[in-house]
């Protein structure tokens, strides 16, 4: 499967964006997909995941109650909303599919990243 990640722009410190991961060549049904992102310098870091149905979602600590993962299979897509944004979620963002639903940065596909930039 081939995804392709969107969405990221330059942002001021407090508002909302949502980031979309669209899959091509296959069906992202059969998939767990999950969202990382990474500074430079700095190890890619998982932000969320959900799995192939939609009816299992797992965030990080530091993204429960700001960020929300969802998915819609008709539309092979899934989207990361992240809410009252701070200049720290400055990063590149990457979505990545795998037909586990791993919470680290085993998957097997990813997709080639969205810069989100965010000022104070």
């Known amino acids: 499967v081939q995804l392709q990640a969107s969405g990221g722009g330059s942002v001021q410190a407090g508002e909302t964006l949502t980031l979309s991961c669209a899959a091509t060549?296959?069906?992202?049904?059969?998939?767990?997909v999950g969202w990382f992102r990474q500074v430079p310098g700095k190890s890619r870091e998982f932000i969320a995941a959900?799995?192939?149905?939609?009816?299992?979602?797992r965030y990080a600590d530091f993204a429960k109650g700001r960020i929300t993962i969802s998915r819609d299979n008709n539309k092979n897509t899934v989207w990361l909303q992240m809410n009252n944004l701070e200049p720290e979620d400055t990063a590149i963002y990457y979505c990545?599919?795998?037909?586990?639903?791993?919470?680290?940065?085993?998957?097997?596909?990813w997709g080639q990243g969205t810069q989100v930039t965010v000022s104070s």
């Open positions: 990545a599919a795998d037909q586990a639903f791993p919470l680290t940065v085993q998957y097997d596909y």
């Open positions: 060549g296959r069906t992202l049904s059969g998939y767990a």
């Open positions: 959900i799995n192939l149905s939609g009816t299992d979602t």
